[in-house]
């Protein structure tokens, strides 16, 4: 697919649209409790449900399986990253949903996860398309 605007705001759309099912409607309860330890498997499964659908994506984009798997990697490694913080730092706040900082907190994670697939989409641009 030619990266014309138009397809760069699908991309963007679709990966923001991955986001939203994979932030609020497929963690499980493992995923949500214990955040605040870095080795955290839940963490790691939650990361490898927003890969997935990130492929899914790519793949519907027909970007090379190569760049998909170090977009895939990358995208993993940052995103439990960006998660780990925010939950460290609202454990050691002990932040709550009555509190402006842990609205502030879930904000700023949400801002770098989708600062993330601009630069995502800017890579597709850059390396994948034909």
Known sequence: MPATLGTVLLLVALLQAKH???DFFLQTPKMLSGRGVYLHGGRAQHAL???VGSIIVFAFFGAPLAFILIIAALEWIVHFNIDFVKASYSDKKQLK???AAYWRAAGLDQ???NLTYVGMAWAW???APG
Request: glycine share 0%; aromatic share 20%; no cysteine.
């Open 20 to 22: 939203m099912f994979a």
């Open 49 to 51: 449900v927003h890969v």
């Open 97 to 99: 949903p009555d509190q």
């Open 111 to 113: 801002f770098l996860h």
């Open 125 to 127: 641009v850059e390396f």
